[in-house]
């Protein structure tokens, strides 16, 4: 039986403080996320790398492999991406396992590929095509993205005025 994926979306102010859970697969987490910083529910060795990039977010996006919740869930990796809008930031955490070379290092304040291996001469070709298909999904992913944060927002506007 396949695993199913889990996950969390928090909306933040530009200063990463969680104003809102938009979804979450861990109620435990939500309630304590509200107006929190979101660094301050991160365990503390994945602290240092996340405030380097959040402090390179939005010029350089990458996605943080290998992140994890203080005290909750146990021993659960996430992936953490993010989409910059107007006046707030989208925070997304994943269970979904990605690739070590899909997710990306801070060294000397850069952010930097994380290599696993060298490309031999034969395999150049089609690794060029699967990353030119993977750049379209990852586009395809962004732009849905924004569109649900559109939605979502569009969505609230009924709300209040509908009260």
């Known amino acids: ?3 199913k994926t889990k996950g969390i979306i928090w909306r933040c102010n530009l200063a990463g403080k969680v104003v809102e859970v938009v979804k979450t697969d861990f109620p435990d987490v939500a309630n304590l996320a509200l107006d929190q910083q979101f660094t301050d529910l991160l365990e503390p060795d994945c602290l240092e790398t996340v405030r380097q990039w959040w402090k390179l977010f939005p010029q350089e996006s990458a996605l943080m492999g290998d992140i994890f919740l203080k005290n909750y869930p146990q021993d659960q990796a996430f992936t953490l991406g993010a989409t910059f809008t107007t006046d707030e930031i989208w925070l997304f955490l994943s269970t979904a396992s990605v690739a070590q070379s899909d997710t990306f290092q801070i060294v000397n304040g850069q952010i930097e590929p994380s ?25 395809a992913r962004r732009e849905l993205i924004r569109q649900n944060i559109e939605l979502h927002r569009a969505h609230q506007r009924n709300e209040a005025i509908k009260s």
């Open 115 to 139: 290599k696993i291996w060298e490309p031999d001469v034969q395999h150049i070709e089609l690794l060029e095509e699967l990353s030119r298909v993977n750049n379209q999904l990852v586009n």
């Open 1 to 3: 039986m396949e695993k």
